[in-house]
């Protein structure tokens, strides 16, 4: 008996399955990543690099090519550390403290994932448009929402909100408040405390969730699309002007600018999968209670 | 430090209420709040750190009335369940830090600093561990780094959430002699929740028990386990067994029938009478004894021990047994009771 277990055939646990069924699956998995996300990849750079670098740097130098791109980066500068900051005050609100609505409140948190972008700029444009129920007011001060910056900011903070918040909200609520209450037995004021104790105990996890809102905030194109008006060179932002390239058969130039953005996303994957391995074995390590 | 806690209620609407309690701690003691779980022991702790806000009733630091003194102001150390140490900062980081977020005027310097956390991992045995993080100490490290850390702002009291609820047997009794030292070298005033008897009755100079948010009795550990106010405290410290009786006024009588006993308390009408182990005598069925049937014999650290089925409904009581002479199972015999206590239900 223990002679036929020591010539067992090893490491076969009993979830395993055989050597075909794996293959099989192994390969339907590789195929399906092939077809759907690194041919597309492909296609970008290699239709971009199609003429050439040298044809593929002059589409930079365009004048509202860089004017996309700058729009982009302002629209992100503003949205992100918006989203960072309402984030971390509602995880802190949500994982520290009982009240009632809580669970409407993450509910609400989630809409942006389930609502249809566009709609979520048609909501600014029938709030601040000309036609909106503050379009009078506005325009009679002076102030531009739609077809300008503030719509196209407000709808990138509207879409990329839960991101920071729900990357946040497990972590605080699994952390709980001791270390917190530690703190302050030891004299700390609130921010001393949330500098010194609170920010490092759920730094990867914002930092995580902050790329990710980067990201989306950076390529966000329907509702940003509705509010921008596109208007060449002011209201144009990254993806928009891919599309507006796209559609003057302008092939290179757009996908040009759809290189970068895909190469944001890259950067953010590779940063993303850094910080797993890092905030993954931060977690392991920390004292099972 | 003398504290005073008087009339302290705490509605949560769960479990871990306070309804009016009211003790002293006295000046360099080490009190223990021993309980159950949900009695509201550690809510007590709680609310004398400042870190829960009494509904009703005050506390006083001394002459100061500190209910209104938030958390950071009121000079507590606190050690956690958990310990909560910060697990990004090194040690002497970890121990440092209620002196790093006094007011800058307050605030020694940093050679001072580094001294004294010197001073304090020396005195919790820990002298070589100061540039080392929380993960890489065991449990019972921890807990004296947490101590230390708690001491480091000079505190006026030590409040200590069970303090050794997440170690192991062994480290848990050489933790518990070794804190029991320290208070006897520094004196520090001391709270520490327990729902443990034998470790608050081991460690404390007196033992606070709690039930259900009320203060059941607040003793010297002699005065707790030799002379118990309540049939809660009684049963809760110490190993008891209890059987059903009545009262005629002087005589007991269980399932109608009179034995003898020796007790102490209210003899009226129906109630229990409660035993301890060392408090029965196993002997023979003379009349006048309580008679029973031997279920069980069993070795304990100390010696053996008899489960005996007592009367028709088969009480269970338990008593200590003479090494010479060990009862067989399912012997008859009769129990001489030496001290008991009636408590009315």
Redesign the interface.
């Known amino acids: 008996m223990a002679e036929q277990i020591s010539h067992a055939p090893h490491s076969l646990s009993v979830t395993t399955e055989s050597a075909a069924v794996r293959t099989a699956l192994i390969s339907l998995a590789l195929l399906f990543l092939a077809l759907f996300l690194i041919l597309p990849v492909i296609v970008i750079f290699s239709e971009a690099l199609q003429k050439g670098l040298f044809v593929y740097f002059a589409t930079f130098e365009d004048a509202d090519a860089q004017a996309a791109i700058r729009l982009t980066l302002i629209v992100a500068g503003i949205a992100v550390p918006l989203n960072l900051f309402f984030g971390i005050a509602a995880s802190w609100t949500i994982a520290k403290f009982e009240f009632r609505g809580k669970s409407l409140l993450i509910t609400l948190i989630d809409l942006p994932f389930s609502i249809s972008p566009v709609v979520s700029g048609l909501i600014y444009v029938l709030l601040f448009g000309a036609q909106g129920y503050f379009g009078p007011w506005l325009k009679a001060h002076g102030i531009e929402v739609i077809f300008a910056l503030p719509g196209i900011v407000l709808a990138t903070v509207f879409v990329t909100f839960p991101f920071v918040a729900r990357e946040l909200i497990p972590l605080m609520e699994e952390q709980g408040n ?2 917190e ?9 609130g921010l ?1 405390e949330f500098l ?2 609170t920010l ?2 759920i730094r990867w996890g914002l930092l995580y969730g902050v790329l990710l809102c980067n990201a989306r905030a950076m390529g966000e194109f329907g509702a940003v699309s509705v509010v921008s008006g596109h208007i060449r060179g002011l209201t144009d932002t990254m993806p928009l002007h891919v599309e507006i390239l796209y559609n003057e058969y302008n092939f290179v130039a757009a996908f040009a600018m759809a290189s970068l953005l895909t190469l944001l996303a890259l950067i953010t994957l590779a940063a993303k999968t850094l910080l797993e391995m890092q905030y993954g074995e931060a977690l392991a ?3 099972r ?1 | 430090m003398h504290i005073r806690v008087i009339d302290v209620a705490k509605d949560f609407g769960r479990t871990g209420a306070l309804r009016g309690v009211s003790l002293d701690v006295r000046d360099g003691e080490l009190l223990a709040l021993l309980g159950p779980s949900g009695s509201g022991k550690t809510t007590l702790l709680r609310v004398i ?3 829960e806000t009494p509904s009703v009733g005050r506390v006083f630091f001394g002459e100061e009335d500190a209910t209104a003194v938030p ?3 009121r ?4 050690v ?9 900062m090194s040690v002497r980081d970890n121990i440092a ?2 002196l790093y ?2 007011p800058r005027s307050e605030q020694p310097s940093k050679i001072e600093i580094r001294k004294r956390v010197q001073d304090l991992l020396e005195l919790v045995q820990l002298p070589d561990i100061g540039d080392r993080y ?2 890489q100490l065991s449990g019972g490290q ?1 807990q004296r780094v947490a101590l230390a ?2 001491l ?2 000079e505190p006026r009291v030590l409040l200590l959430d069970e303090p050794f609820g ?1 170690l192991d047997a062994k480290v848990r009794k050489d933790l518990r002699r070794w804190l029991r030292e320290l208070h006897g070298r520094t004196g520090q005033t001391t709270v520490f929740v327990t729902h443990d008897q034998e470790e608050a009755l081991e460690l404390a100079d007196r033992v606070a028990i709690l039930n259900a948010g009320k203060l059941e009795q607040i003793g010297s550990t002699d005065e707790i386990y030799d002379d118990p106010a309540s049939a809660f405290v009684m049963s809760f410290v110490g190993d008891t067994s209890s059987i059903p009786i009545d009262c005629d006024g002087r005589r007991l009588l269980h399932e109608g029938q009179a034995f003898e006993a020796k007790f102490e308390g209210s003899c009226q009408g129906r109630g229990r009478l409660y035993l301890r182990p060392k408090d029965i005598a196993i002997t023979d069925t003379a009349p006048g004894r309580l008679p029973g049937t031997i279920l069980n014999v069993q070795r304990t650290a100390a010696g053996h021990r008899a489960q005996i089925a007592v009367g028709a409904q088969r009480v269970v009581v338990e008593a200590e047994v003479d090494p010479g002479k060990k009862p067989l199972i399912g012997e008859r015999v009769g129990l001489q009771i030496h001290s008991g206590r009636v408590f009315a239900d």
Do not use: S
């Open positions: 001791t270390d209450e530690a703190a302050l037995t030891l004299g700390a004021g001393r010194t104790v490092p105990n390590r920390a004292p209670v | 750190a400042g870190l958390v950071q102001k000079r507590i150390g606190f956690f369940q958990n310990y909560a140490l910060f697990k990004h830090y209620g977020v006094l929380p993960r921890q850390r708690a480091a702002v997440a």
